[in-house]
Structures are given as structure tokens and as C-alpha cells.
């Protein structure tokens, strides 16, 4: 008979997730530490246990209360992928209990990052990702490039002098912020407050890497991956659009990729796109990558507020506002919205 609590060893835990194939790092209990840490959601954990007290499924649940998007659970917030693990029956008993929860504490909605085999929940695909499969040896996966684009713009970079480092270091963290401020500023999205970072490498560390593309002494392209178990993600990005043309995207994330090679990880996942920004999908199918849909679940149904979507007007004449804010003023208006966005 299976008994559901809300807490259990952590080491317990942790050895579970490494029998589960579909865990990853947003099933941690570093993960739950880390949003709590940053944005102060209130977790509902989910653990089922089986009659020898031996831990057989884990729903990962944090209630997010915002004006903009709804209180709902979500499972969990700032993931790509992250569902219910265990068996069906198992999964099916978290979810009920999942729902019971939402009902006692007047919650609109729950989400799930992923599948689930209950039939109160809606599915709905508006996002994909791209996944690269590694080799141990790094010529093999670079074969793998597009030559006349993403091998070119490699090479390319080199030439023009460009050069990766990797780093966990706060003073290089702190730049790749002021890079990710003018990165996000520009697209017309709120950017990562300074915490997210700062804790995700404190809280995280281990499970992360930052790559920075430098030229000259100077930092101008970044990105931060993310690392459990086999599988690598890509999780952020940012680069100064005035050296674009040095091509640093391809040269720090080709980095990641060949030592990522080197260390043994199988899998490279580019993250989350959602469909509409062509332009991106375009660039990571370059990659000789594998598209796979991302399936969210949704109780009692899937609304729009969930995802605001970008062509949306709302979204329109936030970018116009949000592109011509004095930089102090969005740094604040990005650390005030973005926690009503995970």
C-alpha cells in the first residue's frame, strides 16, 4: 500500500532519482532549495513510499501566486521538462493527491512539464527541443555540424581571435549577468535578477558551468550549463550585440560541447523554444540535433495565461516598454516580474 508524505531523507531521495531514467536536475533536492532560496514559492512536494518505507515516486509541486499568471502548482517552475516519476499506478496516486491539494488551497491550476496518464489533465504542445547525441570522441560529434554554418562560424570565431574559457568564478558571473540584462533588454523580455545566478552556482554548484567567449581580455559572449547524470543543457545564454559578428554562440557552445564530449556526457540538450521564434529553432537544427516536442499537462485545463504567448498584444507593448527603459529601471522591473514567470 503506498503512503504520501511531503518530505523523506534526503539521500533516499537522491538515490531514487539515479534509478529513474526520465529525473533530472529539476527533480533535486537542490533544485527545491534553490527556488525557495530565489523566489520564495511555497513547495508541495509529493513522495510515495511503499509498505518497507522504500521511496517509489516523487511530484516535484511548487504554488506559484502571481496577478499575471494565475496561482497555480507547477512542476516546477524555470524547467523545460520535469514530471511525475514511478510507476503508472504510483503517478497516478501523486496526481490525485496533486489535485486534492489545488482544490483545499483555492488553486486554479496545476501544471505538469511533461506527460501524465490521467485523464482530468490536458495536453498541449507549444514548445520543442533539440538534442545533440554525444561521443566520447568529439571529432565524431563534430561531423555531426552543419559545415557551411555552424562549423564555419567555429572556425570563424578562432580566427578572428575569439577564445573559451569555463569558470564558476563571481567576478565572471556578475559580467555574464550585465551581458544576459543586455541580451533579454533587447529581445523585450525581463531579464534574470542577480539572485538567480548568484544562487544558482551557490546552491547548484557541481551541477553547473559557465563558458565565456573572450577576445582581446574581454568577456563578450557566455553561456551557463547545466549537468546531471549523462545529459548536458545548454540552460542560458547572452552575448554584447556589438561583437556578434566574432560569432561567439558557436564558439562557447562548441566548447561545451567538446568537453562535454571528453567528460563522458551522452546527450546535449539546446532547452526549450517555443515554436513561434523560428529564427532560434533554425539555429539549434543546425547543430545535427533531434527535435523533439515538449508535452505539458494541464488541470483542469490548459488557458493562454499560462504561457504568454509572442505575438500576443500584451507581449508587443511590453517589449516596446520594456526595450526603452533606463537600465537601472528594467534591472528592477525584471527582478519584480520575473518571479510571476517560472
Known amino acids: 500500500m503506498l503512503e504520501i508524505a511531503n518530505r523523506v531523507d534526503e539521500n533516499q531521495w537522491h538515490e531514487f532519482l539515479l534509478s529513474q531514467s526520465e529525473a533530472t536536475l529539476y527533480h533535486t533536492p537542490e533544485w527545491k532549495v534553490f527556488l525557495e532560496k530565489t523566489f520564495d514559492y511555497k513547495p508541495h512536494y509529493l513522495f510515495a513510499t511503499d509498505e518497507s518505507d522504500r521511496l517509489t515516486g516523487v511530484l516535484p509541486l511548487f504554488q506559484v501566486k502571481s496577478r499575471l499568471t494565475g496561482n497555480r502548482l507547477c512542476s516546477v517552475p524555470f524547467s523545460h521538462v520535469c514530471g511525475c516519476l514511478g510507476d503508472k499506478n504510483t503517478c497516478s496516486a501523486l496526481l490525485v493527491e496533486a489535485v486534492a491539494i489545488a482544490t483545499r488551497h483555492h488553486i486554479e491550476q496545476i501544471e505538469i512539464r511533461n506527460t501524465v496518464e490521467i485523464s482530468c ?16 570522441n568529439a571529432e565524431d560529434t563534430w561531423k555531426q555540424l552543419d ?27 556578475r559580467e555574464f549577468y550585465e551581458l544576459n540584462c543586455i541580451t533579454k533588454q533587447s529581445l523585450g523580455v525581463p531579464c534574470h ?21 573572450q577576445r582581446d581580455g574581454n568577456i563578450v559572449a557566455g553561456g551557463v550549463m547545466e549537468y546531471y547524470k549523462d545529459r548536458v543543457l545548454y540552460g542560458y545564454g547572452a552575448a554584447d550585440p556589438d561583437h556578434l559578428n566574432l560569432h561567439p554562440y558557436n564558439a562557447f557552445i562548441w566548447k561545451s560541447i567538446e568537453e562535454a564530449c571528453a567528460k563522458g556526457y551522452r546527450i546535449y540538450d539546446f532547452g526549450r523554444t517555443s515554436y513561434d521564434n523560428t529564427g532560434l529553432i533554425q539555429f539549434k537544427r543546425k547543430w545535427g540535433v533531434q527535435e523533439k516536442r515538449l508535452m505539458y499537462s494541464f488541470f483542469p485545463e490548459y488557458s493562454k495565461s499560462a504561457i504568454i504567448e509572442r505575438d500576443s498584444i500584451m507581449h508587443q507593448l511590453g517589449s516596446s516598454a520594456t526595450q526603452t527603459m533606463p537600465r537601472f529601471a528594467y534591472k528592477t522591473f525584471s527582478t519584480l516580474v520575473f518571479p510571476h514567470l517560472g
Open 121 to 136: 489533465f490536458q495536453e498541449m504542445n507549444a514548445f520543442c527541443t533539440h538534442v545533440l547525441g554525444l561521443s566520447q
Open 147 to 173: 559545415k557551411g554554418s555552424v562549423r564555419w562560424a567555429v572556425k570563424k570565431a578562432e580566427r578572428l581571435g575569439v577564445s573559451v574559457v569555463s569558470s564558476t568564478n563571481l567576478d565572471d558571473l
Open 193 to 213: 535578477p542577480w539572485k538567480f545566478f548568484k544562487n544558482l552556482f551557490s546552491i547548484l554548484d557541481g551541477y553547473v558551468r559557465m563558458y565565456l567567449a
